[in-house]
């Protein structure tokens, strides 16, 4: 079988590099376009054209698929089926009517629970127990298309969106090798989804990252760790940037100041922590801006101010 495969990011390289220890040809690889990236500003590539050109494969980063030129090369291509993870581009009808087996997404999250951009991320903040990854048939849908697999993964209560990912990734690839020679086989029938219990996560921008305190401490938990490594959870002090990088949820006493940093006692967790609007945010790990991450223990040894001030209310809600 000829095959075409589409993603981006870190997610999409373990299923790529799976994919080439299989029997088929993989006969491209699309990808997202070099983009600016660091504080030089230099043309990055992304995960997948990385591991792509490692491996001497013939890459594309088309702008979109509006274009005719685009949709007729890829038709000239001949893929018997396209794999999508993680691509970032809306495939139009065209092109869903290219591949004779279509066009399979492997999507982070047990659909329809958490369709569009950031299923991960939607998870985490939703406070949910178990995500999974769900490998589709694509249609004009926003991942609306019928199921061929899932799998279910749990979520731990210390995870981030960077080690979920890196688990789901992982349990992608493995359910793709599972799913690809059964549905190339005709030996599996996909099922509707359907619409009850949908929900759609939307992307985030990096203002979305400033802490408001007066959010009880369990959802500014789930921010934190949603939003690792980006766009990241910060508030101000003195100034500049702290971002916190590690927290815990603390239940609190009442006439709580939402921003107020106060000392805890031992066994609590955490030796300061953060009034909110419901309970308090134990701190672990911080990091304030121009200084590397570290503990806020060692952070208090140069910061002895931090005990009992107010931190900001965010600039821009």
């Known amino acids: 079988m000829r095959i075409v495969f589409m993603g981006a990011p870190q997610f999409s390289v373990p299923i790529l590099e799976r994919l080439l220890l299989g029997e088929h040809e993989l006969v491209a690889v699309y990808t997202q376009p070099d983009r600016p990236a660091g504080r030089g500003r230099a043309l ?14 013939k890459v594309l980063h088309p702008a979109s698929f509006k274009e005719a030129a685009a949709i007729e090369f890829l038709a000239r291509l001949r893929p018997d089926v396209i794999l999508v993870a993680a691509f970032g581009r809306i495939l139009p009808g065209e092109v869903l009517a290219i591949p004779p087996f279509g066009c399979i997404n492997l999507h982070p999250s047990l659909l329809p629970r958490h369709r569009g951009p950031s299923p991960v991320q939607g998870a985490i903040l939703a406070g949910d127990d178990w995500t999974g990854v769900t490998i589709m048939l694509m249609d004009e849908g926003v991942d609306s298309g019928p199921i061929l697999s899932q799998r279910r993964v749990a979520i731990e209560p210390q995870d981030t ?20 020679p059964l549905w190339l086989s005709h030996s599996l029938t996909p099922r509707p989804q359907g619409e009850e219990g949908a929900t759609y996560t939307e992307l985030f921008s990096k203002e979305e990252g400033e802490i408001d305190w007066r959010l009880g401490a369990v959802e500014i938990w789930r921010r934190v760790r949603a939003f ?32 107020r940093v106060i000392a805890l006692a031992p066994g609590q967790g955490a030796a300061l922590g953060v009034e909110t609007g419901e309970g308090v945010l134990g701190l672990l790990r911080i990091q304030l801006e121009g200084r590397k991450a570290m503990t806020v223990e060692e952070f208090l040894r140069g910061q002895r101010g931090f005990f009992g001030a107010l931190l900001p209310e965010p600039r821009l809600r």
């Not at 054209?49 to 494969?57: D, F, P």
């Not at 690792?228 to 100041?257: F, N, S, V």
């Open 44 to 57: 990055a590539l992304s995960a997948v054209k990385k591991v792509a050109l490692e491996r001497r494969l």
């Open 161 to 180: 969106t960077e080690s979920l990912t890196k688990k789901l990734a992982e349990v992608a690839a493995q359910l793709l090798e599972e799913t690809l």
């Open 228 to 259: 690792h490594p980006w766009p990241g959870c910060y508030t101000g002090w003195q100034g500049k940037i702290l971002k916190i990088l590690e927290a815990t949820p603390i239940a609190g006493g009442r006439d709580l100041e939402p921003g």
